[in-house]
């Protein structure tokens, strides 16, 4: 009896994970390619005389609408890897800042929109290079959705014993603190509130990278308003640990 309750709560588990990719792929990816579709569209109308200035917005428009199409894809194919249990690891010695600026260089806001103070001098940690930078990309770019214009997020980084704590501090609504393990499971989404909420997965993809690397990931409420996210990661052994970073 166990094992068939067992079996049908998978079975229901994997219809409703079925049903939330349907959710996502139809609404979701209608809209960039409704974005795509209209201004190509509007690019090949010989008898609208459009200025530079009207062409560069279209293409902008058709660019950004790209950029979220092939984030979702990857999502999608990430939660794939997950669901399935198929996540290589490659665990080594890394340097946190060049794990940051790499996931940062792929975000188009966060020359303008995240401030970030990760030193050099701290140690290298254990982790998966790639997957480590797969997950500060998504926890940024929730962020970054979530906050106001005019609020930076922040993502910085300092020493806790043993450990190196990375924290990316947002000022967006904040999550109650009931709802957080809510966040986590794929295709949440709080509202309409955010600029750019995606499908719901890049928490649950970062989450799953985090725990697949052995480290830990906690969320706490921004003073003034906000969450904070902090990825916890252990520093190798060995490394010179700069004490001025405490």
Request: no cysteine.
């Given at each position: 009896?166990?094992?068939?309750?067992?079996?049908?709560?998978?079975?229901?588990?994997?219809?409703?994970?079925?049903?939330?990719l349907?959710r996502?792929?139809?609404h979701?990816?209608?809209t960039?390619l409704?974005t795509i579709?209209?201004?190509?569209?509007?690019?090949?109308?010989?008898?609208?005389?459009?200025?530079?200035?009207?062409?560069?917005?279209?293409?902008?428009?058709i660019?950004?609408?790209?950029?979220?199409?092939?984030?979702?894809?990857?999502?999608?194919?990430?939660?794939?890897?997950?669901?399935?249990?198929a996540?290589?690891?490659?665990l080594?010695?890394?340097?946190?800042?060049?794990v940051?600026?790499?996931a940062?260089?792929?975000?188009?806001?966060?020359?303008?929109?995240?401030?970030?103070?990760?030193?050099?001098?701290?140690?290298?940690?254990?982790a998966?290079?790639?997957?480590?930078?797969r997950a500060?990309?998504?926890?940024?770019?929730?962020a970054v959705?979530?906050?106001?214009?005019?609020?930076?997020v922040?993502?910085?980084?300092?020493?806790?014993?043993?450990?190196?704590?990375?924290?990316?501090?947002?000022r967006?609504?904040?999550?109650?603190?009931?709802?957080?393990?809510?966040?986590?499971?794929?295709?949440?989404?709080?509202?309409?509130?955010?600029?750019?909420?995606?499908?719901?997965l890049?928490l649950?993809?970062?989450?799953?990278?985090?725990?697949?690397?052995?480290?830990?990931?906690?969320?706490?409420?921004?003073?003034?308003?906000?969450?904070?996210?902090?990825?916890?990661?252990?520093?190798?052994e060995?490394?010179?640990?700069?004490?001025?970073?405490?």
């Open positions: 009896m166990r094992a068939d309750a067992a079996e049908a709560d998978l079975v229901a588990e994997a219809d409703a994970l079925r049903s939330a349907l996502a792929v139809s979701d990816f209608r960039p409704a579709k209209a201004s190509a569209s509007g690019l090949l109308h010989t008898d609208v005389a459009f200025t530079d200035d009207d062409r560069r917005v279209l293409l902008h428009d660019e950004a609408a790209s950029d979220r199409l092939d984030r979702m894809v990857r999502d999608l194919l990430d939660m794939s890897r997950l669901e399935a249990g996540v290589d690891l490659a080594g010695a890394v340097a946190l800042e060049e940051v600026a790499s940062l260089s792929g975000i188009a806001a966060a020359q303008e929109r995240v401030d970030v103070d990760v030193s050099e001098a701290l140690p290298l940690v254990l998966d290079a790639a997957l480590l930078e500060v990309a998504n926890i940024v770019s929730n959705a979530w906050s106001p214009d005019d609020r930076p922040r993502v910085e980084a300092g020493l806790v014993g043993s450990f190196v704590d990375l924290r990316v501090v947002d967006g609504p904040g999550v109650p603190a009931s709802e957080r393990d809510r966040i986590f499971v794929p295709f949440q989404r709080f509202g309409d509130r955010s600029h750019d909420a995606g499908a719901g890049g649950a993809i970062a989450k799953g990278f985090i725990d697949a690397m052995g480290a830990s990931m906690e969320l706490d409420d921004t003073p003034g308003g906000g969450l904070t996210i902090t990825i916890r990661l252990l520093i190798i060995g490394e010179p640990v700069d004490t001025e970073q405490r």
